[in-house]
């Protein structure tokens, strides 16, 4: 079946970075368009970033455009979301997701506060 592991979350001070992964198995990853979620204490999850099946084109909410970057290593199965100058409202639970499959990892959290 589907698994979806993310990583690399943790606390960081305003403007900072982390990088976050995820780790994807149970189906063919390399021609599948990927996405990372967040989801903040009390407010509904929403898209950051999706990246086409080859990496060619990626696109961004506008709440993270020019700062944020999401990237894939076919070969490994991987799809990374660079996060830089983070922000204290970039704080939430950030998931990585297949696109069209109905599965969701368990998140890994992000916390920027000084």
């Known amino acids: 079946q589907v698994q979806l592991v993310e990583s690399g979350g943790g606390l960081v001070q305003p403007g900072g970075s982390l990088t976050l992964s995820c780790a994807a198995s149970?189906?063919?990853?390399?021609?599948?368009?990927m996405s990372w979620y967040r989801q903040a204490p009390g407010k509904e999850r929403e898209l950051v970033a999706v990246i086409s099946s080859t990496g060619g084109n990626a696109q961004f909410a506008d709440s993270v455009k020019g700062r944020f970057t999401i990237s894939r290593d076919n070969a490994k199965n991987t799809v990374y979301l660079q996060m830089n100058t983070l922000k204290p409202e970039d704080t939430a639970v950030y998931f990585c997701?297949?696109?069209?499959?109905?599965?969701w990892g368990q998140g890994t959290q992000v916390t920027v506060s000084s």
């Open positions: 997701y297949a696109v069209g499959y109905p599965y």
């Open positions: 149970g189906f063919t990853f390399s021609r599948n368009a």
